[in-house]
Structure formats: C-alpha cells, structure tokens
C-alpha cells in the first residue's frame, strides 16, 4: 500500500498535449477510478506512474518518496493494459504462477502462491482454465487471466487500465461486483480507469472526470453524480445524458421554454432573479404523470424508444424537447399529454454560455436529501 501524489504531471507528444497539468493526492489502499471520453489521457496519466513514459512537467511521488525520475522497476507498481500480455506457451496456471516465482517479488511458500492463485482466479471465475493455453480462450477470458497476472502479484500500486472492457455487459456487473471484494485489490491502492461511468460510479472512493489532459472533477461517486463541477461532468455520467436547457432565474422557480414552464430553485442558489442559467435535469429524475395533467410542467411525448423495463420519452415542452426515462408499464404511446415533476434537489444550475459552463455556486445537499 502507498499514498500516490500528483503534482502538475505534464506529458506531449509532439504537439499534443495528453496530460496537462494534473495534480491529485491519492490516499493508501484508495481505489480512484479515472473516467473520460477517448483521448482525454487517462492512459497516459496511468503510464506517467508507472514509470512507462517520461513526464515533461510536474511530480510523482509513490510513498512518500519522488519517483519522477525512477524505473518503472523500482516503483513496485503493477499495471494491467486493456490488452492482454500473456506467454503463449504457458498454461493459465503457470502465467498466473509465474509473477509470484520472479525474485523482484519476493520469495512465496508454495502454500502462500496457491492461496493467491485461488482467491483471484475464483473472483475473476477462471478457475475452470487453469489447464488452458491463451490461444484456447476467448478475448474475455483472456483479458481475466492477463489482470489476474497483476493482481495475484503484491504490489504497492495496482494500475488498472480498462480491465473488463472485453467482457459482455452481465459478466462486466458480476466482474464489479466481486472485484471490490478482493482482498488483494482492497487493501492495495488502485488507479482505475474506464470510460464507463457506471462501472465508476460502482467502484470508485473517489472518481477524477478528465478532459482534454485534465481532472476537470475529483470528487466521491455522491459529490460527482449530485454536484458536477460542470456540464462536461453532468454530461459524462448518466445515460441518457442530463438535459441541459436555457433557462432564467425567477423567484422561487426557474423556468424555461416558450410557455413559461418552471422548476423548483434548489436550496441555496446564489443567482438574483432574471439572470439567464443552464438548467440540468437527469432525465431519470423528470417524474411522468398521466394523471393530473396540470400538477407539473406540461409536456407532449414526441417520440419514444424501448429499453425492456424503461422507456426513453422525447417530450416537448413549450419547444424544448426533454428526455425522460419512465416505466415501459405505463402505456405511454406518442401525442400523449403528461405533467413532469422533479424534486428541487435534483435541480441542477449551471452558468449561460456556449461549451461547458460551470456550476453555479449551490448549498451542498444535506446527507439525508442525498440517500
Ligand atoms: P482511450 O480511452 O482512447 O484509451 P485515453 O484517455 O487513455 O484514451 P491517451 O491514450 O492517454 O488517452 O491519449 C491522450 C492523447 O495523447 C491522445 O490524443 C493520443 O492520441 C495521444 N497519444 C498517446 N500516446 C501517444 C504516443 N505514444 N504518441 C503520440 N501520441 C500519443
């Protein structure tokens, strides 16, 4: 285990900036989780600890000690690529055997290397392939054993660079899930990343966004979810993706659209009244009601897309068109007319203007309003 600090990490390559000064104190036996779309250098900040590229700016410190200028040698960090690295002439066992035989990690009783070998493989459900050659698996399994190569070594840092992207989305939750439990991954301190904001959300203490070379937000699951620093952050978690509309403080509410629709304020929102805002909704916060049409914002669904249990609604709204997740038992069908609600707390308020705007300063959300 081993505190990990970032300051101002820069890296180029020629004239593209990947990383661009990131800082971030990651704590012992922490499991930070970086999230961003492609390109943003999440894969590169990982490389910048591993010692796998030479930074052009900023530090790393792993322990307590500077590692800036280390080898990824005497790092003592193990790092799992989305590719799989495995010897093709060995069988599953002996590739997952033979990290625990190199003498960099120390000697292990043959009892102590089974022990290991068996808690990873029956987390990552491999065991039934220890027998197997790498060419007699599939890509998934595959992928399994090459992060069971990392982690059944001990290490101070495991980095993990989209280690389940192969996997099917019903083995992706199982692998989540048992993932978090495992001893070795638990009490080490792990840097994640993934550009799935579920699996983020899922397994992250803290999750850093980043955008083009930057940790625009780090914050716990909580924080980023309920008071994204951003709409670029509000946009990458959630699917379908927050709504975001123009929109102008009134008192009291906020509202939107030709007809003059309104939400509530949320607590605390520092915005005097007639100042033009972005309002962000998640669309599975807008509530659909069928019933008293005029309890709620009034809407018209416009079109409507099957997801098995849940609907996906376009709904018009005095010409601004929402999305809305709803029950598929409902019986919604287009040219309906409903009401939306949405709670004041899942209100979201960020500044007027083009791009990403940032969020408009917000009394922070009580811990009983965020369960
Ligand atoms: P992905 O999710 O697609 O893996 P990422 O967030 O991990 O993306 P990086 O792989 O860190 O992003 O790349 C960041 C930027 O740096 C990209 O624009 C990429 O093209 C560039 N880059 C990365 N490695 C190199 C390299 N060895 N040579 C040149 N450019 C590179």
Redesign the pocket.
């Known amino acids: 285990m081993a505190t990990i600090e970032l300051t101002e990490v820069a890296k180029r390559?020629?004239k593209?900036t990947?990383?661009d000064g990131v800082t971030a104190s990651i704590g012992n036996g922490e499991f930070f989780v970086i999230l961003?779309?492609?390109?943003?250098?999440?894969?590169?900040?990982l490389k910048s600890i591993a010692g796998l590229v030479d930074v052009d700016g900023g530090s790393v410190r792993i322990g307590g000690v500077d590692m800036t200028l280390a080898e990824p040698y005497h790092r003592n960090v193990a790092m799992a690529f989305e590719s799989y690295a495995l010897y093709p002439q060995k069988t599953v066992s002996e590739n997952l055997a033979s990290p625990l035989r190199s003498g960099r990690t120390g000697t292990y009783s043959r009892q102590e290397q089974e022990e290991r070998i068996r808690q990873v493989t029956t987390t990552l459900g491999i065991e039934h392939l220890l027998r197997r050659f790498p060419r007699e698996l599939s890509n998934g399994q595959r992928q399994r054993v090459a992060l069971g190569r990392v982690l059944v070594r001990p290490a101070d840092v495991y980095l993990l660079d989209?280690p389940l992207s192969h996997l099917d989305a019903k083995l992706r939750a199982e692998m989540r899930a048992e993932l978090r439990q495992l001893g070795a991954v638990s009490d080490t301190t792990t840097v994640y990343?993934t550009?799935d904001y579920q699996e983020a959300l899922s397994l992250g203490d803290r999750i850093a966004v980043?955008r083009d070379?930057r940790f625009v937000h780090v914050g716990t699951p909580e924080e980023v979810w309920h008071r994204p620093a951003d709409t670029f952050v509000a946009r990458s978690l959630g699917q379908p993706e927050m709504n975001l509309v123009d929109a102008v403080v009134g008192a009291g509410r906020i509202s939107f659209g030709r007809a003059g629709a309104t939400v509530p304020t949320p607590a605390g929102l520092r915005a005097e009244p007639g100042r033009p805002v972005r309002l962000g909704l998640r669309p599975c916060d807008l509530h659909v009601d069928t019933d008293d049409a005029d309890a709620g914002i009034p809407a018209t669904i416009t079109q409507i897309e099957r997801l098995g249990r849940d609907v996906e609604l376009a709904v018009d709204v005095g010409g601004v068109e929402l999305i809305v997740l709803a029950s598929a038992r409902r019986g919604l069908a287009e040219g309906d007319r409903v009401a939306l609600t949405v709670a004041a707390t899942d209100v979201h308020v960020f500044e007027a203007g083009d791009g990403d705007t940032p969020r408009l300063e917000q009394a922070g959300r009580t811990e009983e309003e965020s369960r």
């Open positions: 390559f020629g593209t990947a990383v961003g779309p492609s390109g943003a250098g999440k894969t590169t900040t989209e990343v550009h980043m070379g």
